[in-house]
């Protein structure tokens, strides 16, 4: 049983920066793929960066220049910079080993004026 427990969210001003933190109960190295999700009031979960075990990133065209997705051996990080009102949401973490596919809990990010 895989778990992920995500960290580092909170409050911050436009323009702000914040990392966000997951960590697995096991090494990522056996994770395909590894991704960052949203989801803000009234609206559905959205994708906002993934990393495959290549590595290869992709990300949302709405972050894209502004956060980056990185992995290590046993956590996996999204380093949001600029931030926006707009980005404020529940951020999830996700991994997807081949067999099993596992959420964390989310962390709440607040961007606020």
């Known amino acids: 049983q895989v778990t992920l427990v995500e960290s580092g969210g909170g409050l911050v001003q436009t323009g702000g920066s914040l990392r966000l933190s997951c960590a697995a109960s096991?090494?990522?190295?056996?994770?395909?793929?590894m991704a960052w999700y949203r989801q803000a009031p009234g609206k559905q979960r959205e994708l906002v960066a993934d990393?495959?075990?290549?590595?290869k990133t992709t990300y949302s065209d709405s972050v894209k220049g502004r956060f980056t997705i990185s992995r290590d051996r046993d956590r996996f990080y999204l380093q949001m910079n600029n931030l926006k009102e707009a980005d404020t949401a529940v951020y999830y973490c996700?991994?997807?080993?081949?067999?099993?596919?596992?959420w964390g809990r989310g962390t709440q990010v607040t961007v606020a004026s």
């Open positions: 996700y991994a997807d080993d081949g067999h099993v596919r596992v």
């Open positions: 096991r090494s990522t190295i056996s994770f395909q793929l």
């Open positions: 990393i495959s075990s290549a590595p």
